[in-house]
C-alpha cells in the first residue's frame, strides 16, 4: 500500500471546497440569527442561497474524493474529509431550519428577538454617520475586527445587501452594518461610526 | 383568542435555555474543528459534553413549552422557538459528527490541519510567556475580544483545560490559549502574551 495519499492529486481544490465550507458553516449560522432578529427576508434569501451552495460543494467534493481512491487507505483518509464535510453542510442545513421561521406568520417569530438579547456574544447594527471617517474606506485599511472585534456579518445600504464583505468593498455613508462581537468592541466601533473619534492611523 | 403568549409566565428561564442554547451552537462548533485541528481528545470530551447539555436543554425548553401552551396562537408562537432550539442542537450534533475523526486512525485525520490553513478565520495558538503582562490578569480586565478580535476557545494549563472562560478567569505563565479570529489580531495579541509589548491600560 502506497504512503502517498491520492488527494495529493488535487490538493488545492480539496482544500479550497473544504475551506469554503468551513468558512460557509460559520457565516451561515450568523447569517440565520441575523435574519431572525431583523426580521429579514433579504438575508434570509442569502441563507437559501449559501445553503444551495454548500449542496455544490458536498457533491463537489464527494466526486473528487471518490475519483482520487485508488486504495483502502486513500478512501479511509478521504472518509475523514468527507465527515466533516457533511457535518459542515448539516450545519448549513440547520441555518435553514432557522430561517423557515420567516415563512410563519409574524406574530409568531416577533418575540424571538427579545429572546436573544441576553447572550454573551450580540448581534447588532450601527449606521455610519456622514461626518465618520469609516465612509470611504475599505475593511483592509480599518481592520476594523482586530481593532475592535466586531465581525461584520453584512451591510445594507438602502435596498441592496452586502454579505460578509471583502477587503475591497467601500463603506458609504448611511451603510447599516450589522455586526457581530462583545459590548466592549461595539461601543468603541459605534464613537468611529458616529463620528464621535476619529479613526486611529495604524502603523 | 388572548394576545398575551403563555411563554410570559416563565419568560426568564425560556430566555435564558434558547440563549444558552445559541451559545453552545456558537461554542461546540468551534471546539469540534479545534479538536480535529490540535488532534485533541480532550476537546473532543468537551464537545461530547456540550452536546449531551444540548439534548437535556432541548427537553426542558419542550416541556416548558408545551406547559407554557394554552391556545392555538401560544402554540403557534412557541413552535417558531422550538424551531430554532431543534436547529442549535442539529448544529451540536454536526460538531459531534466532526469529532468522531478522532476515532479513527491518526494517518486517516493528521493530514486534516493542513486543510484548514487557508481559511479567512484561524484557529490558532499562543502561549503566555513569564514576562507577559498578560499572566494573572483575567479576561474582564483584559477586554482581549474587544482590543485584539481574538475569541478565546480554550485555554490549556498542563493537563487541565478550560472551555470558553468567564470574566472571573486568571491567565497565568505557559498557558496555552487556542484562538480564533483574523491574521492581524493574532500577531497583536502575539507581541502582548511573549512580553514584548505592555498591554495597554484601558481607561
Same mark, same amino acid.
Given at each position: 500500500?502506497?504512503?502517498?495519499?491520492?488527494?495529493?492529486?488535487?490538493?488545492?481544490?480539496?482544500?479550497?471546497?473544504?475551506?469554503?465550507? !468551513?468558512?460557509?458553516?460559520?457565516?451561515?449560522?450568523?447569517?440565520?440569527?441575523?435574519?431572525?432578529?431583523?426580521?429579514?427576508?433579504?438575508?434570509?434569501?442569502?441563507?437559501?442561497?449559501?445553503?444551495?451552495?454548500?449542496?455544490?460543494?458536498?457533491?463537489?467534493?464527494?466526486?473528487?474524493?471518490?475519483?482520487?481512491?485508488?486504495?483502502?487507505?486513500?478512501?479511509?483518509?478521504?472518509?475523514?474529509?468527507?465527515?466533516?464535510?457533511? +457535518?459542515?453542510?448539516?450545519?448549513?442545513? +440547520?441555518?435553514?431550519?432557522?430561517?423557515?421561521?420567516?415563512?410563519?406568520?409574524?406574530?409568531?417569530?416577533?418575540?424571538?428577538?427579545?429572546?436573544?438579547?441576553?447572550?454573551?456574544?450580540?448581534?447588532?447594527?450601527?449606521?455610519? +454617520?456622514?461626518?465618520?471617517?469609516?465612509?470611504?474606506?475599505?475593511? +483592509?485599511?480599518?481592520?476594523?475586527?482586530?481593532?475592535?472585534?466586531?465581525?461584520?456579518?453584512?451591510?445594507?445600504?438602502?435596498?441592496?445587501?452586502?454579505?460578509?464583505?471583502?477587503?475591497?468593498?467601500?463603506?458609504?455613508?448611511?451603510?447599516?452594518?450589522?455586526?457581530?462581537?462583545?459590548?466592549?468592541?461595539?461601543?468603541?466601533?459605534?464613537?468611529?461610526?458616529?463620528?464621535?473619534? !476619529?479613526?486611529?492611523?495604524?502603523?
Amino acid at each position: 500500500m502506497k504512503k502517498n495519499i491520492s488527494i495529493k492529486y488535487e490538493p488545492t481544490s480539496v482544500k479550497e471546497l473544504l475551506t469554503e465550507m !468551513k468558512d460557509i458553516s460559520e457565516l451561515v449560522v450568523d447569517l440565520a440569527y441575523s435574519a431572525v432578529i431583523f426580521d429579514s427576508k433579504e438575508i434570509a434569501e442569502e441563507v437559501k442561497k449559501l445553503e444551495d451552495e454548500m449542496d455544490k460543494l458536498l457533491y463537489q467534493i464527494r466526486i473528487i474524493a471518490m475519483v482520487a481512491t485508488r486504495t483502502v487507505k486513500d478512501a479511509e483518509q478521504l472518509a475523514g474529509l468527507l465527515q466533516v464535510a457533511g +457535518a459542515a453542510e448539516n450545519i448549513s442545513n +440547520a441555518a435553514g431550519d432557522i430561517i423557515k421561521l420567516l415563512d410563519t406568520s409574524i406574530e409568531s417569530r416577533l418575540f424571538l428577538p427579545s429572546l436573544f438579547s441576553k447572550a454573551d456574544e450580540k448581534i447588532r447594527t450601527l449606521m455610519i +454617520a456622514a461626518k465618520s471617517d469609516i465612509a470611504n474606506r475599505t475593511p +483592509a485599511e480599518l481592520n476594523i475586527e482586530s481593532e475592535t472585534g466586531m465581525r461584520i456579518i453584512a451591510v445594507r445600504r438602502g435596498e441592496k445587501w452586502f454579505f460578509a464583505p471583502q477587503d475591497d468593498f467601500m463603506f458609504l455613508q448611511n451603510d447599516i452594518l450589522i455586526l457581530r462581537g462583545v459590548g466592549d468592541g461595539y461601543l468603541k466601533l459605534k464613537e468611529y461610526a458616529e463620528g464621535r473619534k !476619529k479613526w486611529r492611523e495604524l502603523e
